[in-house]
């Protein structure tokens, strides 16, 4: 098995838009890998996608954190569907929902 060195201490750029957002405090992480696993990170690296092998790794980190949000929100909406509690939606309801999304947008949210 490879010993990859993952050294998560700055963004550096790659296909992420979200790396910008990245400020929190970077980590060390080492994780072994069959030798293939580590070629093909490395490959990625390589053809430019990722600058570098934690760039890729926390790709798919974001990746997977989205996938599982979007689980989470799909079973609360099934949840949701499967309790027959529904209330009609009116075009002021809809307002309010736009306004509070605008209010968070610009930092101002009141709960």
Not at 12 to 28: F, L, N, R, W
Not at 58 to 87: I, M
Not at 97 to 103: A, G, K, L, T, V
């Amino acid at each position: 098995m490879a010993n990859i060195a993952n050294n998560f201490h700055a963004c550096y750029g790659g296909p992420s838009k979200d790396c910008e957002k990245e400020t929190t405090a970077m980590t060390t992480l080492n994780i072994s890998l069959p030798d293939p696993m580590k070629a093909f990170i490395e490959a990625q690296v390589q053809s430019g996608a990722y600058a570098s092998a934690s760039d890729y790794v926390r790709a798919l980190v974001r990746e997977a954190q989205k996938r599982q949000a979007q689980e989470e929100l799909e079973a609360k909406l099934l949840a949701a569907l499967d309790s027959n509690d529904f209330a009609e939606m009116t075009p002021a309801m809809f307002e309010r929902i736009r306004e509070r999304i605008r209010q968070r947008q610009h930092g101002s949210a009141t709960p």
